[in-house]
């Protein structure tokens, strides 16, 4: 089995009742092609960027979580729906981005009532036998953090967010 690229539409689907207070029953990634990389959007009420989250220029800059900037929407966003506790980030800031092989992420800070966490997420590109071309998707933290994000409750999932191909025309 071989590809051409991994540009198109991409669909994961939550086949259980486990859906964090109902924000995680389905996710839908687009994914572009890019000089060097790929872009990798999010499908929350509209299209939003999460990789890269910001600018190569950005990285290390603190951003608030209540900010209109389309990278604050962006995290605001994808935090709203990974996050199961009720606390929330009054500041964040891409530590790295990063790519190698099938493989791409972000590291973030972030800042919440005094306590600082690091998550990372990380996209894989797979080409699986039976379901063709796969986007996983996983998201990890230290220490608290790790307590408190939602992961694909599907079975046999290992709690990555394994998303299908659905269309290369986007």
């Known amino acids: 089995m071989t590809t051409t690229g991994w540009d198109g ?19 839908d990634f687009r994914v572009t092609s890019t000089k060097d990389s790929y ?12 990789f890269p989250l910001v ?24 935090a709203q729906t990974f ?3 009720k606390m929330r980030p009054d500041t964040w800031s891409v530590t790295s ?27 894989t590109f797979l080409l699986n036998e ?8 996983e998201t990890s933290a230290d220490g608290i953090a790790a307590l408190s994000i939602f992961r694909s409750p599907n ?6 967010f394994k998303a299908k191909l659905i269309s290369s025309q986007i």
């Open 9 to 27: 539409l991409y669909r994961w689907v939550n086949e259980t009742k486990k859906d964090n207070k109902g924000k995680a029953r389905q996710l």
């Open 39 to 50: 872009r990798v959007e999010g499908l929350y009420g509209q299209w939003h960027t999460i």
């Open 55 to 78: 600018p190569a220029s950005e990285i290390g800059k603190t951003f608030t979580f209540d900010g209109e900037r389309a990278v604050q929407q962006a995290y605001r966003e994808n």
């Open 83 to 85: 996050n199961t506790s």
């Open 97 to 123: 981005i990063w790519h190698e092989g099938n493989s791409m992420g972000v590291d973030v800070r972030s800042r919440a009532k005094g306590i600082n966490v690091s998550t990372y997420s990380t996209f």
């Open 130 to 137: 039976s379901r063709g071309p796969m986007l996983y998707f």
């Open 155 to 160: 079975s046999g999932d290992d709690g990555i």
